[in-house]
Nanobody, 117 residues
Framework: QLQASGGGLVQTGGSLRLSCAAS????????MGWFRQAPGKEREFVAA????????YYADSVKGRFTISRVNAKNTMYLQMNTLKPEDTAVYYC????????????WGQGTQVTVSS
């Protein structure tokens, strides 16, 4: 399973670091990502990272402000969020896609991020 944490309330321009801790099996070979869902909106992609961390992918809306990383030895993934904006307010979810799977098949429970203006 996946456990997301690190959310909270922050002012515009502030920073937060989200963590996604995996348990139950090793996720070190999985493609992993972060998604978010704001009230009244559909869930959207935020960032993703390959199993080795060698490649990362970002939504245009967060590029240059957010950084995704992982430490496989700790079975943990991170999302460093800088220069936060009110439009970043959402519940953030982490997800994992096992090697060979066609889609994300493990999801965390979500952590709330609120950016005040």
């Amino acid at each position: 399973q996946l456990q997301a944490s690190g959310g909270g309330l922050v002012q515009t321009g502030g920073s937060l670091r989200l963590s996604c801790a995996a348990s139950g099996r090793t996720f070190s070979m999985d493609f992993m990502g972060w998604f978010r869902q704001a009230p009244g909106k559909e869930r959207e992609f935020v960032a993703a990272i390959t199993w080795s961390g060698g490649s990362t992918y970002y939504a245009d809306s967060v590029k240059g402000r957010f950084t995704i990383s992982r430490v496989n030895a700790k079975n943990t993934m991170y999302l460093q969020m800088n220069t936060l904006k009110p439009e970043d307010t959402a519940v953030y979810y982490c997800a994992a896609q096992r090697s060979g799977a066609s889609q994300y098949d493990y999801w965390g429970q979500g952590t709330q991020v609120t950016v005040s203006s």
